[in-house]
T-cell receptor, first 114, second 114 residues
Framework: DVKVTQSSRYLVKRTGEKVFLECVQD?????MFWYRQDPGLGLRLIYF???????EKGDIPEGYSVSREKKERFSLILESASTNQTSMYLC?????????????FGPGTRLTVT | AQKVTQAQTEISVVEKEDVTLDCVYE???????LFWYKQPPSGELVFLIR??????QNEISGRYSWNFQKSTSSFNFTITASQVVDSAVYFC???????????FGAGTRLTVKP
């Protein structure tokens, strides 16, 4: 059974803190993605990675960075958390290629920045 | 640029009613893929279906059916005889050929009342 796991379901951090969100997949997928989900806005892509140490900016990368040192793990980093980064963060993975492969999602991390 | 519009923010129906969720997309590519995902209250997005742009056949899977019409750039989703367990947020998404990323609509929240 395919599995994408995220390190925390709920997280509360203070403004200015450095925040790490971890995502691990066990499907040997090349692609990994980080989205944030906000009411009325759907899912917006922050960053994605198509290989180890490779990354591409999505639509809203400002205030975020990512790290992919191993194929199965993709981390999202908030360098200095701000209240407008309070959101649901979703990680996903997929096979690489041009076949329109579906993405598999983790359960999400609901981050609150106070 | 690719774009997905789900104009219905929220829909509420009574159990056993049929309900259609609308999805309209924009793309310049001739080869692309359309998806529907379900997000139940637990939060994890569940893949429902993928269609490619060359296959306009409608699809039926149990109580679910999908109507893909390139002429109107629409990929609508119908649930027949809705059940309370169908209550969720439903997302339509688009992926273009040779793109590893996916664009999501804002989502439609479906509530099925007993």
């Amino acid at each position: 059974d395919v599995k994408v796991t995220q390190s925390s379901r709920y997280l509360v951090k203070r403004t200015g803190e450095k925040v790490f969100l971890e995502c691990v997949q066990d499907m040997d997928h090349e692609n990994m993605f980080w989205y944030r989900q906000d009411p009325g806005l759907g899912l917006r892509l922050i960053y994605f990675s198509y290989d180890v140490k490779m990354k591409e900016k999505g639509d809203i990368p400002e205030g975020y960075s990512v790290s992919r040192e191993k194929k199965e793990r993709f981390s999202l980093i908030l360098e200095s958390a701000s209240t407008n980064q309070t959101s649901m963060y979703l990680c996903a993975s997929s096979l690489i290629g041009a076949q329109g492969n579906e993405q598999y999602f983790g359960p999400g991390t609901r981050l609150t920045v106070t | 640029a690719q774009k997905v519009t789900q104009a219905q923010t929220e829909i509420s129906v009574v159990e056993k009613e049929d309900v259609t969720l609308d999805c309209v997309y924009e793309t310049r590519d001739t080869t692309y893929y359309l998806f529907w995902y379900k997000q139940p209250p637990s939060g994890e997005l569940v893949f429902l279906i993928r269609r490619n742009s060359f296959d306009e056949q409608n699809e039926i899977s149990g109580r679910y059916s999908w109507n893909f019409q390139k002429s109107t750039s629409s990929f609508n989703f119908t649930i027949t005889a809705s059940q309370v367990v169908d209550s969720a947020v439903y997302f339509c998404a688009l992926s273009e050929y040779n793109n590893n990323d996916m664009r999501f609509g804002a989502g439609t929240r479906l509530t099925v009342k007993p």
